[in-house]
């Protein structure tokens, strides 16, 4: 057994005063007259017993009275062999700062009630231990150990934040913190526990405890999702916009939301949804203004703000840019499709004359009537379908069949097996693919399909969607996916010497419907995470441009990759806000704007409870702490000192001064 305070133990001088009275204790005789005094002799020996057996018990009770109440000042304990080393010790803590932690507790934002705890856990353990304290932002100054003041200090300007982590990351990121120190190693999580993040598995070499921390009203609506019905977007369109809406409450709530873009007000919703449950509404508008608009979508709730508000970005064509590389008469129909509509910018040329520098600006490529493919052309095809392109290929009736193998064989499109003149009818068309996706109302039960006179067989490949088909299953006209782009291969030429396609109601909209795929589709939105990736499908001029995310004065300089064609931004979390940012070069030049939301899952209010923490953890070294500040505090010492005693030792000096009392009450002399 240890004295945590053991200046004390010198009181325990003062055991020689309760001696000192008993062995001068002198009592007055009170004087009595006896006619007879035969039995005084017997009765003065009986008494004297007695009396002396009281003394010797009043004075053992004192005795221990005070010898427990100087152990109760001076606090003995055994020191816990499993929890408590000798020596210096390493302790880490997180605190979940993510935005679940922003409910209501018990009067105070769990957060707040967290940041609390966490102090209070500190300030219990000795000066002489090392500290961490680590949140979701994973920040550089909270990576190493830290005396008390320091890490207190930092623990003083800890705020919520957008970044949320997995606890088995956060537990690595805590063992990892631990692993150089000496003497013992203790583990602190702090969190709300949400049911959508998986627990880490225990590791026996560091003691860990868990606090959970339980809102007192669960309560939150979000805005979860928004997207446009059609991803593309024209100048002049209207559009309709999908936004989804959750209630995280067992009370169904009911409100509204306002749509506004370019700052300027669009819409005003209504919502009524039942308990944990979401619904989608529609907001129709017409698209004013070309190249990137912005729009932002707000619904008032509270406590939890971070998800009341959605930014969005999308680009808007002015017109669609078509070029179409012909040879012979192959620019016929093309033309008469393309040239007359005002959303339309329409390019063509030779062969002989291609200008590739127009390539990578176009919607759509049109091959017509080529007898064979160039290399140059072919590769530039290639890299131009990668990047996002849509390119459509007519063959001639008389091409070269290796040239053309050639080319479909580099895209994974297949191959032309021989070339066919006989009638043929086709018979099949896939209303579910992109290309007659809002053609139709609704499903015709009659249409004319194409009848062909002279066609080439197209082998069938795994690659290959089919718009329309024979019925053996052979694809007259299919789409083959190459990189972020799209390959149409229709397997005879056009004319009436050919087939009677270019006179079906069905060939304009479909060729229109090429054009507008190809409009560049980027995301609206990108959530903010740990290591936030932004895709953007046009590439900047010159490749190696630095490039920067702009919002108001803060400046970003993300890590810049292609992927597939596309441009890649990587950027850490910690740094951002719910809001629309520039992307601009070092010269200032603008480029592209994109919208960053805070990460939905933390909105999800759905939580392990201790039972279930418990269970998860039997059999470990993890301990589920309760959620009160004295009993933790209590519990941090148990483990700092050992074993404590002193509440005993002042209960037993209470009891002894109370028998003591009862001694010289009722005991007679």
């Known amino acids: 057994m240890k004295f945590l305070h053991p200046n004390f133990l010198w009181a325990l001088f003062f055991l020689a005063v309760p001696i000192i009275i008993h062995l001068f204790y002198f009592r007055r005789y009170q004087r009595v007259l006896f006619s007879n005094t035969q039995f005084l002799s017997e009765i003065k020996d009986e008494q004297a017993t007695r009396n002396k057996l009281k003394h010797l018990l009043v004075l053992l009770s004192r005795l221990l009275a005070v010898l427990f109440l100087v152990f109760a000042f001076a606090q003995p304990f055994i020191p816990d062999n499993e929890n408590s080393n000798a020596g210096e010790k390493a302790i880490s803590v997180y605190l979940d700062n993510s935005f679940s932690m922003e409910t209501e507790g018990n ?12 102090k209070s856990i500190i300030e219990t353990y000795a000066e002489t231990n090392k500290f ?15 005396s008390k003041s320091e890490v207190l200090s930092l623990l003083d300007q800890v705020t919520t934040s957008a970044a949320s982590q997995k606890k088995e990351m956060v537990f690595e990121k805590q063992k990892n913190g631990l692993k150089n120190a000496t003497g013992s190693k203790l583990i602190y999580q702090l969190s709300d526990f949400q049911l959508n993040d998986e627990l880490f598995t225990a590791d026996t070499l560091y003691q860990t405890n868990l606090v959970r921390f339980e809102p007192s009203v669960i309560r939150n609506i979000s805005i979860d999702e928004v997207y446009f019905e059609n991803p593309i977007q024209l100048k002049g369109q209207q559009n309709k916009l999908i936004i989804k809406l959750r209630n995280q409450s067992e009370e169904e709530q009911s409100g509204s939301f306002q749509l506004s873009i370019n700052e300027e007000n669009k819409s005003i919703g209504n919502y009524t949804i039942r308990p944990n449950s979401a619904v989608f509404d529609t907001l129709q508008f017409t698209i004013s203004a070309d190249s990137w608009n912005r729009g932002k979508i707000v619904v008032n709730d509270y406590p939890m703000t971070f998800d009341d508000t959605y930014y969005f970005t999308f680009l808007v064509e002015d017109q669609l840019k078509v070029y179409t590389i ?20 329409y390019q063509s040329n030779n062969l002989s004359n291609i200008d590739y520098n127009l390539l990578d600006k176009q919607h759509l490529v049109v091959l017509s009537n080529l007898k064979s493919i160039p290399s140059g052309l072919r590769e530039s095809l290639k890299t131009y379908l990668n990047a996002g392109g849509q390119v459509f290929f007519i063959p001639n009736a008389d091409g070269s069949i290796p040239s053309y193998n050639q080319f479909l064989n580099s895209l994974n499109a297949g191959r032309f097996l021989q070339r066919k003149t006989e009638n043929r009818n086709v018979n099949a068309i896939n209303f579910n693919h992109d290309l007659l996706v809002d053609v139709f109302e609704g499903k015709p039960n009659q249409l004319a399909l194409p009848n062909l006179k002279s066609y080439y067989v ?6 290959q969607e089919s718009v329309m088909s024979f019925a053996d299953g052979s694809n007259y006209l299919a789409s083959v996916a190459v990189g972020n782009g799209q390959f149409y291969v229709l397997s005879s030429g056009l004319g009436d010497s050919y087939s009677n396609f270019t006179q079906q109601a069905i060939f304009a909209p479909i060729c229109y419907r090429m054009a507008v795929l190809g409009a560049k589709n980027v995301d609206i ?42 441009l890649l931004l990587t950027v850490p979390g910690m740094p951002l806000s719910s809001d629309i940012y520039k992307v601009r070069d070092e010269t200032n030049e603008y480029y592209a704007e994109v919208a960053l939301n805070y990460n939905r899952s933390e909105g999800d209010l ?30 941090v010492k ?17 009891l002894f001064l109370a028998i003591e009392i ?6 007679p002399n």
């Not at 961490?132 to 830290?146: C, M, R, S």
């Not at 499709?337 to 910018?345: G, K, M, P, R």
């Not at 197209?458 to 690659?463: A, G, I, P, R, V």
């Open 606 to 635: 759905s939580f392990y409870s201790e039972d279930e923490l418990k269970e998860n953890f039997a059999n470990s070294n993890v301990q589920i702490l309760q959620n009160n500040l004295a009993i933790i505090k209590n519990n």
């Open 638 to 654: 148990q483990m700092e000192d050992g074993k404590s005693f002193w509440k005993l030792c002042l209960i037993l000096a209470l």
């Open 326 to 345: 012909f040879e012979g008469n192959g620019e016929k129909y093309p033309k008469a499709v393309f040239s007359n509509n005002e959303q339309l910018a």
């Open 525 to 566: 939105a990108y959530p903010i995470e740990a290591s936030t990736k932004i895709y953007l499908s046009e590439l900047p001029s010159h490749a190696e441009s630095i490039l920067r995310l702009v919002k108001d004065e803060m400046e970003i300089i993300p890590a810049k990759s292609i992927l597939n064609g596309n």
């Open 662 to 667: 009862l001694l010289l009450r009722f005991l």
């Open 107 to 118: 009067g105070f934002l769990l957060f707040d009630e967290a940041k609390a705890m966490a």
């Open 458 to 463: 197209l082998q069938n490949q795994l690659s």
């Open 132 to 146: 961490q304290i680590l949140t979701n932002d994973f920040e550089a100054k909270h990576q190493g150990l830290l």
